[in-house]
């Protein structure tokens, strides 16, 4: 629910199991302000914890307490870029999450797919679920065609010759329950106007294969957690209190 502050979210688990928040979950609900969670949170059973977030919805009010979807129809993931703002909590700063969500937004709206605009013209919602809802729907059918594979644990995806995200999860039945919504936010990079030649392809498949290999060398992080800038890109842990992977993601900024 709304904790009353722009910067944080409260959670109340009152399950038996705990509960998977991943970096860039976008929450939200009619009458107060949509956020997306900074990094990823493992929350323990019958625990209430405030998760820090950042605003996609700007201009809008704030009510304490009114509570926010996160239920698995209504929530979704940022964008690639958005996202990757709220993996690295130093690097999410509220005025320039803003202004990724309105040059995402212009982006859509100049994109097209099969002839026919990503948005209405008229689109001017400042709530980043809001466009990445109608975005999503243009390009249902391509996301369609991407079904998971059994024992398959993570994603990456190539847009017009450069590695957008790498993300991977504890088993598979975990990816599974996340895949529609990490594929529900490449609306843009879907309707890339170039695509990325075979030849290239094959050359980032080595790069991020050796990309791989590093990440799993540096994954021996204090406190199982932490959160990497290199090269344009965050890195993003979660681990659990074993030290196993819960979460990865590597996001393009």
Not at 15 to 24: D, E, K, N, S, Y
Request: hydrophobic share 35%.
């Amino acid at each position: 629910m709304d904790s009353g502050r722009i910067d944080a979210v409260l959670v109340i688990n009152r399950a038996t199991q705990p509960v998977l928040f991943i970096a860039g979950m976008d929450v939200h609900a009619k009458g107060t302000q949509s956020r997306i969670i900074i990094g990823s949170h493992l929350v323990p059973p019958q625990t209430k914890v405030e998760l820090p977030c950042r605003c996609t919805h700007d201009v809008h009010p704030i009510r304490k307490y009114q509570c926010l979807m996160t239920d698995v129809e209504h929530y979704s993931v940022a964008s690639p870029g958005v996202r990757g703002l709220s993996i690295a909590q130093s690097e999410a700063g509220q005025d320039r999450v803003w202004s990724k969500v309105r040059k995402h937004r212009d982006k859509l709206k100049a994109s097209r797919i099969a002839g026919k605009p990503l948005l209405d013209i008229d689109e001017s919602s400042s709530r980043l679920s809001d466009v990445q809802e109608q975005a999503a729907k243009a390009i249902q059918g391509e996301l369609d065609k991407v079904v998971p594979q059994e024992q398959q644990v993570g994603l990456a995806v190539i847009s017009e010759g450069q590695v957008q995200t790498i993300e991977i999860f504890d088993s598979p039945d975990t990816y599974q329950h996340f895949h529609s919504h990490l594929m529900g936010r490449f609306a843009y990079e879907i309707a890339a106007p170039k695509a990325t030649p075979k030849k290239k392809v094959t050359s980032l498949r080595s790069n991020m294969m050796k990309e791989l290999r590093r990440l799993s060398q540096r994954l021996d992080i204090e406190d199982g957690k932490g959160t990497t800038q290199s090269k344009g890109k965050i890195l993003g842990t979660l681990q659990n209190k074993d030290k196993k992977l819960v979460h990865l993601c590597l996001e393009k900024l």
